[in-house]
């Protein structure tokens, strides 16, 4: 039996090294069967695991943009495709991923991965390799600095919480007294630390706090001990958790104005409360108008491939691929290598789908933001872009 | 194959010396083999497993502690680690043994209040050990970062030559299980290690002979948690940022299933297990959302079939007495027949 | 004061859930003898039951009991053909290690075929308040709370007055000495492991009632709350687990009622390491109540 068993074991650990090596032998075969000339971006998803709905999320919004590029003729002249691999929401498991496409020379940059933990533990990685690693949802402030090959576009948090203190709280609300909720992670400090420097300079006065972390259930004990304070608006920093929290503060029957910073105008929102969101204002940087065929056609799109209604996470996903598309375009008629596209990739500037894209020197971005409400079960657009000049 | 196998044996048995020499001349030569950073990434991350694995396996495989919550004690390490280097700039060379020791001495207040629990009840506290320390290097901002973890982790320096590749840091971890394994080796034939063996297999009988079961469950303890703070401070470096995501109770039942499908009991047992688990987990990756599906079946399946794991201790109490019976009474019946 | 009175409240519907999901643990490990960790999964099997039924039938909470009862026990029944049938003399860990094969199996099946996103469960129980002085109390909490009364009542008139219940305790209490008396050892013991997992399936449905979303993903931390519950309690005593239960939902409102609810796992398991350092067997009076 344990002869048997060494035998399995030997013969797995030979064929992992043959379809190692067999992945290099094909290095720098950059035209695929049809003559075309491809560009292959790598795309890093926990596909399982507790992560898994934004992993979906990210396979099949990347999915789609690459098709849509390649049915318009692709970028110059080059179609493009990509190869996903499931990280497991694993920072082990994302970082060998990040050396596998590193070494693999077809791979032009790498879109991911989803949780900051893991990005940050691929920084150096990617660094040494010379290749981007464009994270669509990468929050930890300290991230994008961390080389000149990473990248994120998931908005600075010192544009949008004080945005959110000064001009919704304050101008808009007209509120003087605030109660913050936020989750425990990279982003809500951040959001959080933000959004109190903000309120400190217009005067707003935070009357109590509370966070929790990743995965909490039961907010009620919470909510009692912000209700205790009496303030005139709460704030929710979070994404997943926004719905929960709202439908609590239902259930406790308290009659607050309740905002939150992070979930944008998501449907998720709208299906999970009902009409417990009713009169919830959010600020988004885009807005899906039910208005305008081309966004409610990509949301049905959407929602036919994956069986859910699509949150922010895939949108900015969907973004990161016309990202690079657009440095691709850029480099022009030049060699599409990995430097290349990072170059371009700093100068590129798109009208993405979740707003304008534009990189600052660390290589995150700053986003304008809208001003949102649900009203008759609907997101409607309260104040415009250029409600904060 | 047989053949082959039998000659093996008996080149090993006659010439221990030389094949220990090949088999290391061998070790050392992988990363000229595979010069690409992906696959050496694969092989570090089987030998630090194994080295977890192997950890763990002194608690749960030697004296039949059942601890779940390993990841509190490669949390300890590693933070540990990455706190000393970025606060003190202490030498890594020299944070290895300190992680281990503070990983050590935490494994030491878990089992001290719990050495009268039962095995059931002991692994309620270690999980629920493990859930604390993750919390508290999850809140404590000031110490850990919060949770905005750690980064820029110092790198370690060997004689001036900065080990920063995945391919260099191979040898780190190469050196490490191999002193684990020699340690561990020299300690399971000591008079502790056989301390802890007589424990596994009869709790009562060893204390009736004198064996002093509380110090030796202690020590057990210590040691399986020393290993484990040293995996996490050679790891903090490695990544280079850390932060409390890292030590989740999945990466503890990770660990466990390593141990469990390599085999209990035996040294080499957690080190198959840690090669099993990590080169499925990559080859599987065709079918995607079903590779953890397969992970699990094959968890189950292999516990059906070979309760003691690959290469685990089959002649003790860990294979599963009713299996053993079965066995023996197939045994009886050929003789009859 | 009103503050902490209406905390309380708080813990109590919590940990009234809680109790339910320790009482159907302790049933479990009870009967068989085994420590499982796939009661979180059986709960959120239990939760998808109960989704499915409100999705397609309407809002009839009575169905929904039914459908996750039902579906639950199913459940149980692969876990017991799984898990427990041919290990019960064999060492602990390899059924343990058995369990948490199976959570895997189910969660990950749960993530392909339900969905990995979260679901609405909305309006399944109208939204009253009511108002007792300073309390405040929600239509929802007095009906999660009447029903794991209810619930407790029926386990324990079940277990200490039927036949049935006489088989399960002599199950329970020695297999040989039970198989020798002419128990079918075998399937009283499934039967028991599967009305654990049908109260546990109840008790998803009454979270995702109170919570009012449900996911895949959800029974990770539930299974652990049931067990650490269920260990307070002695692990084996469904009275003394529902006691422990409501303790754990009650320790933890309140100690978020004073500092964070980052801290909410370190008071539900902090409680517990000490009160099993001060009382080994937990709640238990019994002497050798624990397995």
Same mark, same amino acid.
């Given at each position: 039996?344990?002869?048997?068993?060494?035998?399995?074991?030997?013969?797995?650990?030979?064929?992992?090294?043959?379809?190692?090596?067999?992945?290099?032998?094909?290095?720098?075969?950059?035209? =695929?069967?049809?003559?075309?000339? +491809?560009?292959?971006?790598?795309?890093?998803?926990?596909?399982?695991?507790?992560?898994?709905?934004?992993?979906?999320?990210?396979?099949?919004?990347?999915?789609?943009?690459?098709?849509?590029?390649?049915?318009?003729?692709?970028?110059?002249?080059?179609?493009?495709?990509?190869?996903?691999?499931?990280?497991?929401?694993?920072?082990?498991?994302?970082?060998?991923?990040?050396?596998?496409?590193?070494?693999?020379?077809?791979?032009?940059?790498?879109?991911?991965?989803?949780?900051?933990?893991?990005?940050?533990?691929?920084?150096?990685?990617?660094?040494?390799?010379?290749?981007?690693?464009?994270?669509?949802?990468?929050?930890?402030?300290?991230?994008?600095?961390?080389?000149?090959?990473?990248?994120?576009?998931?908005?600075?948090?010192?544009?949008?919480?004080?945005?959110?203190?000064?001009?919704?709280?304050?101008?808009?609300?007209?509120?003087? =007294?605030?109660?913050?909720?936020?989750?425990?992670?990279?982003?809500?400090?951040?959001?959080?630390?933000?959004?109190?420097?903000? %309120?400190?300079?217009?005067?707003?006065?935070?009357?109590?706090?509370?966070?929790? +972390?990743?995965?909490?259930?039961?907010?009620?004990?919470?909510?009692?001990?912000?209700?205790?304070?009496?303030?005139?608006?709460?704030?929710?920093?979070?994404?997943?958790? +926004?719905?929960?929290?709202?439908?609590?503060?239902?259930?406790?029957?308290?009659?607050?104005?309740?905002?939150?910073?992070?979930?944008?105008?998501?449907?998720?929102?709208?299906?999970?409360?009902?009409?417990?969101?009713?009169?919830?204002?959010?600020?988004?940087?885009?807005?899906?108008?039910?208005?305008?065929?081309?966004?409610? %056609?990509?949301?049905?799109?959407?929602?036919?491939?994956?069986?859910?209604?699509?949150?922010?996470?895939?949108?900015?996903?969907?973004?990161?691929?016309?990202?690079?598309?657009?440095?691709?375009?850029?480099?022009?008629?030049?060699? +599409?290598?990995?430097?290349?596209?990072?170059?371009?990739?700093?100068?590129?500037?798109?009208?993405?789908?979740?707003?304008?894209?534009?990189?600052?020197?660390?290589?995150?971005? =700053?986003?304008?933001?809208?001003?949102?409400?649900?009203?008759?079960?609907?997101?409607?657009?309260?104040?415009?872009?250029?409600?904060?000049? | 194959?047989?053949?082959?196998?039998?000659?093996?044996?008996?080149?090993?048995?006659?010439?221990?010396?030389?094949?220990?020499? !090949?088999?290391?001349? $061998?070790?050392?030569?992988?990363?000229?083999?595979?010069?690409?950073?992906?696959?050496?990434?694969?092989?570090?991350?089987?030998?630090?497993?194994?080295?977890?694995?192997?950890?763990?396996?002194?608690?749960?495989?030697?004296?039949?502690?059942?601890?779940?919550?390993?990841?509190?004690?490669?949390?300890?390490?590693?933070?540990?680690?990455?706190?000393?280097?970025?606060?003190?700039?202490?030498?890594?060379?020299?944070?290895?043994?300190?992680?281990?020791?503070?990983? #050590?001495? #935490?494994?030491?207040?878990?089992?001290?209040?719990?050495?009268?629990?039962?095995?059931?009840?002991?692994?309620?506290?270690?999980?629920?050990?493990?859930?604390?320390?993750? $919390?508290?290097?999850?809140?404590? *901002?000031?110490?850990?970062?919060? /949770?905005?973890?750690?980064?820029?982790?110092?790198?370690?320096?060997?004689?001036?030559?900065?080990?920063?590749?995945?391919?260099?840091?191979?040898?780190?971890?190469?050196?490490?299980?191999?002193?684990?394994?020699?340690?561990? *080796?020299?300690?399971?034939?000591?008079?502790?290690?056989?301390?802890?063996?007589?424990?596994?297999?009869?709790? $009562?009988?060893?204390?009736?002979?004198?064996?002093?079961?509380?110090?030796?469950?202690?020590?057990?303890?210590?040691?399986?948690?020393?290993?484990?703070?040293?995996?996490?401070?050679?790891?903090? /470096?490695?990544?280079?940022?850390?932060?409390?995501?890292?030590?989740?109770?999945?990466?503890?039942?990770?660990?466990?299933?390593?141990?469990?499908?390599?085999?209990?009991?035996? $040294?080499?047992?957690?080190?198959?297990?840690?090669?099993?688990?990590?080169?499925?987990?990559?080859?599987?990756?065709?079918?995607?959302?079903?590779?953890?599906?397969?992970? #699990?079946?094959?968890?189950?399946?292999?516990?059906?079939?070979?309760?003691?794991?690959?290469?685990?201790?089959?002649?003790? !109490?860990?294979?599963?007495?009713?299996?053993?019976?079965?066995?023996?009474?197939?045994?009886?019946?050929?003789?009859?027949? | 004061?009103? &503050?902490?009175?209406?905390?309380?409240?708080?813990?109590?519907?919590?940990?009234?859930? &809680?109790?339910?999901?320790?009482?159907?643990?302790?049933?479990?490990?009870? @009967?068989?003898?085994?420590?499982?960790?796939?009661?979180?999964?059986?709960?959120?099997?239990?939760?998808?039951?109960?989704?499915?039924?409100?999705?397609?039938?309407?809002?009839?909470?009575?169905?929904?009991?039914?459908?996750?009862?039902?579906?639950?026990?199913?459940?149980?029944?692969?876990?017991? &053909?799984?898990? &427990?049938?041919?290990?019960?003399?064999?060492?602990?860990?390899?059924?343990?290690?058995?369990?948490?094969?199976?959570?895997?199996?189910?969660?990950?099946?749960?993530?392909?075929?339900?969905?990995?996103?979260?679901?609405?469960?909305?309006?399944?129980?109208?939204?009253?308040?009511?108002?007792?002085?300073?309390?405040?109390?929600?239509?929802?909490?007095?009906?999660?709370?009447?029903? @794991?009364?209810?619930?407790?009542?029926?386990?324990?008139?079940?277990?200490?007055?039927?036949?049935?219940?006489?088989?399960?305790?002599? @199950?329970?209490?020695?297999?040989?000495?039970?198989?020798?008396?002419?128990?079918? @050892?075998?399937?009283?013991?499934?039967?028991?492991?599967?009305?654990?997992?049908?109260?546990?399936?109840?008790?998803?449905?009454?979270?995702?009632?109170?919570?009012?979303?449900?996911?895949?993903?959800?029974?990770?931390?539930?299974?652990?709350?049931?067990?650490?519950?269920?260990?307070?309690?002695?692990?084996?005593?469904?009275?003394?687990?529902?006691?422990?239960?409501?303790?754990?939902?009650?320790?933890?409102?309140?100690?978020?009622?004073?500092?964070?609810?980052?801290?909410?796992?370190?008071?539900?398991?902090?409680?517990?390491?000490?009160?099993?350092?001060?009382?080994?067997?937990?709640?238990?009076?019994?002497?050798?109540?624990?397995?």
């Amino acid at each position: 039996m344990k002869k048997v068993l060494s035998v399995l074991l030997a013969v797995m650990m030979v064929a992992t090294i043959l379809t190692g090596c067999s992945g290099g032998a094909k290095e720098s075969n950059e035209t =695929s069967a049809k003559g075309e000339k +491809v560009v292959k971006f790598g795309l890093l998803a926990p596909l399982t695991g507790t992560n898994a709905e934004y992993g979906k999320g990210f396979q099949i919004a990347t999915q789609m943009a690459i098709d849509e590029i390649n049915a318009a003729g692709g970028v110059n002249g080059y179609k493009l495709a990509i190869e996903v691999a499931d990280s497991k929401g694993d920072q082990k498991e994302s970082s060998d991923l990040a050396r596998k496409f590193g070494d693999d020379k077809e791979i032009k940059a790498i879109i991911g991965d989803f949780a900051s933990g893991a990005c940050m533990a691929n920084a150096p990685i990617v660094d040494a390799a010379g290749i981007v690693q464009l994270s669509p949802t990468a929050s930890n402030p300290d991230y994008a600095g961390m080389s000149p090959y990473t990248f994120s576009i998931m908005g600075r948090q010192d544009a949008e919480a004080p945005f959110f203190a000064k001009y919704i709280i304050d101008k808009y609300l007209g509120a003087k =007294s605030v109660a913050l909720i936020y989750i425990n992670s990279d982003w809500g400090v951040a959001s959080h630390d933000n959004f109190v420097k903000g %309120a400190e300079e217009v005067g707003l006065n935070i009357v109590a706090e509370a966070n929790y +972390v990743q995965d909490e259930k039961d907010f009620s004990s919470v909510l009692l001990k912000l209700k205790a304070a009496d303030p005139e608006v709460l704030v929710i920093f979070d994404q997943g958790a +926004v719905p929960q929290i709202v439908n609590q503060v239902a259930q406790l029957d308290w009659d607050v104005q309740i905002t939150t910073l992070g979930p944008g105008t998501s449907q998720q929102i709208l299906d999970l409360c009902g009409k417990n969101a009713e009169g919830l204002i959010t600020s988004t940087p885009f807005f899906f108008d039910p208005e305008s065929e081309a966004q409610t %056609a990509w949301k049905k799109t959407f929602k036919e491939k994956a069986g859910f209604e699509p949150t922010v996470h895939p949108v900015v996903a969907y973004d990161c691929v016309y990202l690079l598309a657009k440095a691709i375009e850029m480099i022009g008629d030049g060699e +599409v290598s990995r430097d290349a596209i990072r170059d371009n990739l700093q100068k590129a500037e798109i009208e993405g789908l979740a707003g304008p894209i534009k990189f600052s020197e660390a290589g995150d971005i =700053s986003r304008q933001y809208l001003i949102c409400a649900v009203e008759n079960g609907q997101f409607v657009i309260k104040e415009g872009y250029d409600y904060s000049k | 194959m047989n053949e082959l196998f039998s000659k093996i044996k008996i080149f090993y048995e006659k010439h221990k010396l030389i094949s220990f020499g !090949i088999g290391l001349a $061998l070790l050392l030569a992988i990363p000229a083999l595979f010069p690409k950073s992906y696959i050496m990434g694969i092989i570090d991350r089987i030998l630090l497993y194994a080295l977890l694995a192997g950890g763990l396996n002194v608690i749960n495989g030697y004296s039949s502690q059942f601890c779940i919550g390993y990841a509190a004690f490669y949390c300890i390490g590693a933070y540990t680690e990455a706190i000393m280097s970025l606060r003190l700039n202490f030498n890594f060379w020299i944070l290895l043994p300190i992680s281990g020791i503070f990983a #050590a001495t #935490a494994g030491l207040l878990v089992c001290l209040p719990t050495l009268k629990l039962k095995g059931k009840y002991l692994s309620i506290v270690t999980l629920g050990f493990s859930e604390i320390i993750r $919390l508290i290097a999850l809140n404590w *901002s000031g110490l850990t970062g919060g /949770p905005m973890g750690l980064k820029g982790i110092p790198v370690p320096n060997f004689f001036g030559i900065k080990i920063k590749s995945s391919i260099s840091y191979y040898y780190i971890f190469l050196g490490l299980v191999i002193i684990f394994l020699f340690a561990t *080796s020299r300690v399971i034939k000591s008079k502790i290690g056989r301390a802890w063996l007589s424990i596994r297999e009869d709790e $009562l009988a060893a204390r009736s002979l004198g064996v002093e079961t509380s110090k030796y469950k202690a020590l057990n303890f210590m040691y399986g948690a020393f290993w484990a703070g040293v995996a996490g401070a050679a790891y903090a /470096p490695y990544t280079r940022y850390i932060d409390s995501t890292f030590f989740t109770l999945d990466e503890g039942f990770n660990i466990l299933s390593m141990v469990i499908i390599g085999g209990m009991g035996t $040294l080499i047992g957690p080190v198959a297990g840690s090669i099993v688990v990590n080169l499925l987990t990559e080859l599987l990756r065709p079918i995607s959302e079903y590779r953890m599906v397969a992970y #699990a079946i094959l968890i189950i399946v292999m516990m059906w079939l070979r309760p003691q794991g690959l290469f685990g201790a089959s002649n003790s !109490i860990l294979s599963g007495g009713k299996i053993k019976k079965k066995e023996e009474r197939r045994k009886k019946k050929e003789v009859v027949v | 004061m009103e &503050y902490f009175l209406n905390q309380l409240v708080n813990g109590i519907s919590q940990g009234a859930i &809680y109790a339910l999901m320790a009482i159907s643990y302790s049933v479990v490990v009870g @009967v068989t003898g085994l420590i499982t960790f796939t009661h979180g999964e059986v709960i959120m099997i239990g939760a998808f039951a109960s989704f499915y039924i409100f999705q397609f039938v309407g809002n009839n909470l009575i169905l929904g009991f039914v459908a996750s009862f039902i579906a639950s026990w199913l459940i149980g029944m692969v876990i017991y &053909y799984v898990c &427990y049938n041919r290990f019960f003399e064999s060492p602990s860990h390899i059924s343990l290690i058995c369990t948490i094969g199976i959570s895997m199996l189910i969660k990950n099946l749960a993530q392909i075929y339900f969905g990995p996103n979260q679901k609405p469960m909305l309006n399944v129980i109208d939204n009253k308040v009511f108002r007792i002085g300073v309390l405040q109390i929600s239509m929802i909490q007095i009906i999660i709370v009447i029903t @794991v009364i209810v619930l407790a009542g029926i386990l324990s008139f079940f277990i200490n007055k039927t036949r049935w219940g006489i088989k399960l305790r002599t @199950v329970s209490q020695d297999k040989k000495a039970a198989s020798l008396m002419g128990v079918n @050892v075998s399937r009283t013991a499934m039967i028991g492991n599967c009305i654990g997992c049908g109260l546990a399936g109840i008790s998803g449905m009454l979270i995702s009632v109170y919570y009012q979303t449900l996911q895949a993903t959800m029974g990770g931390s539930l299974g652990m709350k049931a067990f650490s519950s269920s260990v307070l309690g002695g692990l084996t005593d469904t009275r003394f687990s529902a006691l422990g239960g409501l303790a754990i939902g009650i320790i933890e409102n309140l100690g978020i009622a004073i500092s964070s609810a980052s801290f909410r796992d370190i008071f539900a398991f902090g409680f517990l390491i000490l009160i099993l350092i001060i009382r080994p067997e937990g709640f238990a009076t019994k002497k050798g109540a624990r397995p």
